[in-house]
Every structure is written in structure tokens, then in C-alpha cells.
């Protein structure tokens, strides 16, 4: 379940800036660009290593340039939402003392995940990052194109 405030690791103003900075820098350092323009497949989640990619990438990069910055694995949780037109999207959801903020390449506004507009399918278990949590049970279809198990095989590779 996604937090509205709680018991995230101890988060500085400095912090927080940190997380819009890197939010930001990121949106603006990689050319959108859909897995099958880039990789000639439907779905591939990875690091972007030549500045170009699509939501999952971007959500991927942020987590990994936020760990290497002393933010903790358990607090930055890859996430699979439905956006407004019932399109599959992944965003990067940050745990903090002052809930779940989510970074999007949608936006460079960090947002709370309850006012994103979006319909939240899956996250990222804080525990364990090869599970995952079913946050919608009653839709039991992954939104297009998101393919997570792709994910598990390169999130165990990120460690």
C-alpha cells in the first residue's frame, strides 16, 4: 500500500532536493524513446547508457543515481501505474517521513502518488526488490507495455 506520511529513512530539506534535482536532471538528460524504436522489442527495462529510453529507463536511472547518493534500496521502489488513458507507465516512488513522492518523466513536479491522477497496479516490495506487490487486485490484466519479468532480470543485475 502506498503511504501518505510515515516512517521513511531520516530525510533532510537536503534530501528532498536531492530527490527534485535528480528528478529533473534526469527528464531532461534522456530522449523519450519507446523500446521498440531503440531495442526492435515490445518491452526492455535497463539503465540508459546512450542518453535515450522510455519510462521504465528513466525511472531506473533516477534509482540508480539516488542509491549512489546514500539514499537506502528500500526506499526507492520501482512502480506500475495506469495513466489517464488506461496506458501502462513506471515511475520511481521515493518512501519518505512525508509519504510516498513520485518521480516521473511525465513531470519535473515531485508529486504525493495520490495526486498524480494515476491508478496504481503494482510496486516494488521494500524488502525484497525481485518481489513484487499487487496494489490492484480486482484488475487482473498488467497494463500494456509494462513486462515485469524483464525487471526481475535486471534489477538482480543492478546489485
Not at 103 to 114: G, I, Q, S
Request: hydrophobic residues 35%; negative net charge; aromatic residues 8%.
Amino acid at each position: 500500500m502506498l503511504r501518505k506520511a510515515g516512517n521513511g529513512f531520516a530525510e533532510s530539506a537536503k534530501r528532498l532536493e536531492q530527490l527534485d534535482e535528480v528528478n529533473r536532471r534526469i527528464n531532461r538528460a534522456i530522449t523519450p524513446m519507446t523500446d521498440i524504436e531503440h531495442y526492435g522489442i515490445e518491452d526492455y527495462w535497463t539503465i540508459p547508457k546512450d542518453g535515450k529510453g522510455d519510462c521504465e529507463d528513466y525511472a531506473l536511472l533516477k534509482r540508480h543515481i539516488l542509491i549512489s547518493m546514500g539514499w537506502p534500496t528500500s526506499s526507492l521502489l520501482m512502480t506500475v501505474v495506469r495513466i489517464e488513458n488506461g496506458e501502462g507507465h513506471a515511475v520511481l516512488t521515493a518512501r519518505t517521513k512525508f509519504g510516498d513522492l513520485i518521480l516521473d518523466n511525465r513531470t519535473d513536479d515531485l508529486k504525493p502518488w495520490y495526486q498524480t491522477g494515476y491508478s496504481y497496479k503494482m510496486i516494488q516490495s521494500s524488502n525484497d526488490p525481485q518481489v513484487w506487490r499487487d496494489l490492484d487486485p480486482g484488475d487482473d490484466v498488467l497494463p500494456t507495455p509494462i513486462a515485469v519479468p524483464q525487471l526481475l532480470y535486471d534489477l538482480t543485475h543492478l546489485r
